[in-house]
């Protein structure tokens, strides 16, 4: 019952974590001109992208690494503020940047470095947080008050870790189900079977691994466009394991 509170607490959060979280508001403009002239302006030294104006209206954007042509606005380089940053991660890595609208209006500017932010790094987190929990949950349905699914773990130093965990704290006269004692990859092995016939079970298990990583250490998650499109996939790998697993979930629950 707490898991399943616990569950629909992290997808709370996803729905609550948006776009406009992390990005850069208000949004720095210059007037049209001349584009050696604008890129060479000390305030502009640390932008890749300048935005520019045509009056009141923002007519395209200046772009440091192909300074010769103006990129024209289109659908490509807006997203809505209001948009899921989960849905976000997924897309941004198509483009480096987009032009954020709020309302009506272009207010603020994301970029691969908005990766980098508190929000991403609790929607990692969460993404992480919730695949546990329901594998928790899954397995607890499974197996009841049993620890037969230790024997699916197939690795001794991953048990006898376990046995350590309890141990220390029957002698603080603490106790937890066993299942909240194993790691997430531990647990992940007692779904081989149902995962192992849909995907590479072994590179997803080093995929969800260092999604863990990247969580716990922040500031390596995006150096470049392959930091970028690795972390995106390690996202999408999570979410098509919470997947499954949640479905698993429902299937067992179906039969019982």
């Known amino acids: 019952m707490v898991e399943g509170i616990m569950i629909k607490s992290t997808a709370g959060l996803d729905e609550g974590l948006r776009v406009r979280h992390i990005a850069a508001f208000p949004l720095t403009t210059y007037p049209d001109g001349d584009p050696d002239t604008i ?5 502009f030294q640390d932008f890749d992208q300048i935005p520019v104006k045509d009056g009141a209206r923002i007519v395209g954007v200046l772009e440091r690494s192909n300074p010769t042509q103006l990129r024209r606005l289109d659908d490509s380089l807006l ?4 948009d899921l940053l989960s849905h976000f991660i997924h897309t941004v890595h198509k483009q480096p940047y987009r032009l954020v609208v709020d309302k009506t209006a272009i207010a603020g500017i994301v970029t691969w470095s908005d990766l980098l932010k508190l929000p991403v790094i609790v929607f990692a987190f969460s993404l992480v947080a919730e695949l546990e929990l329901a594998m928790n949950q ?36 603490l106790v937890l189900p066993v299942v909240e004692l194993a790691d997430l990859i531990d647990k992940a092995k007692v779904f081989r079977q149902i995962l192992g016939t849909r995907r590479d079970f072994d590179a997803d298990l080093e995929s969800i691994r260092d999604l863990r990583n990247d969580v716990a250490h922040v500031k390596d998650i995006v150096r470049s466009e392959a930091d970028l499109k690795r972390f995106v ?12 697993v949640k479905n698993s979930v429902l299937e067992t629950t179906a039969t019982v």
């Open 39 to 43: 890129l060479a302006k000390p305030e």
């Open 79 to 82: 997203v809505s503020a209001d």
């Open 138 to 173: 899954r397995i607890k349905q499974r197996y009841g008050d049993t620890e037969k699914w230790l024997e699916l773990v197939d690795d001794k130093k991953a048990v006898h870790k376990i046995a350590v965990r309890r141990q220390k704290l029957a002698s603080q006269n």
């Open 233 to 244: 996939s390690r996202v999408d790998t999570a979410e098509v394991w919470l997947r499954i």
